[in-house]
């Protein structure tokens, strides 16, 4: 199932700036990955990348990272693998971001998308023990968002390519539908995945951290927990 759009089901109030600068910085980022060489790209993975030995010793590795080395657990929200990693991201973000951004507000919006990425870097580090194996991508922060949109609009209808071999169509599927089978997903890999690459502990872990941040939020007073 690939979201397409939640239009015009659940029409925004304000311009999601949050989202569209955050879609900008990763392109930015990608763009500069896509000019480096692979011994170069190589080594900026490594460096601004999470790496869970270095945050779990607080001692960098080669090559140099920023310093204080806990500033990767931010840098790495920032850096995708390729093309089907940052578009599947940041068509997500586009897609569920927008609305969520609309609902907590621009700034509380920008909190809860790092907050939830850092609960899904620390997820993948307590479940990765101490590899030496950079982590990167905004898919935990990402979860997060979904976390918090299947909270806000449980009842939206999102139009959706459909694909169960040998056809291919688009449909309108509840977003309660969409994403509790996203995140059945997320746990089944989590739990059977032997060697893929994909951090499935860091989308559950910004799932769950999203769903505890939106009721933290939206006990707050004032619009925020409206």
Do not use: C, K
Request: proline share 8%; glycine share 8%.
């Amino acid at each position: 199932m690939i979201p397409i759009s939640d239009a015009p089901d659940r029409p925004r109030r304000t311009f999601p700036f949050m989202v569209v600068a955050l879609i900008a910085v990763n392109i930015v980022v990608f763009a500069y990955e896509l000019s480096l060489t692979a011994p170069a790209l190589e080594s900026f993975v490594s460096a601004f990348g999470v790496v869970p030995r270095e945050i779990v010793t607080g001692r960098d590795l080669p090559p140099a990272s920023p310093q204080p080395i806990y500033l990767t657990l931010l840098t790495a929200m920032f850096i995708h693998g390729g093309f089907l990693h940052i578009g599947a991201n940041m068509l997500f973000l586009w897609i569920f971001g927008d609305n969520v951004e609309d609902r907590l507000g621009h700034f509380t919006f920008l909190f809860f998308y790092l907050a939830a990425g850092l609960i899904a870097d620390f997820t993948h580090i307590a479940a990765s023990g101490p590899s030496p194996t950079p982590s990167v991508g905004a898919s935990g922060a990402i979860a997060g968002v979904l976390a918090a949109y299947l909270i806000l609009f449980p009842r939206s209808r999102v139009r959706t390519l459909l694909v169960i071999p040998p056809f291919v169509t688009f449909t309108r599927i509840s977003a309660l539908v969409l994403i509790l089978v996203w995140f059945v997903i997320q746990v089944f890999s989590a739990a059977t995945e032997q060697a893929s690459g994909v951090a499935f502990w860091a989308h559950i872990g910004g799932f769950v951290g999203g769903l505890v941040l939106l009721f933290l939020i939206r006990a707050l007073p004032g619009p925020r927990g409206e």
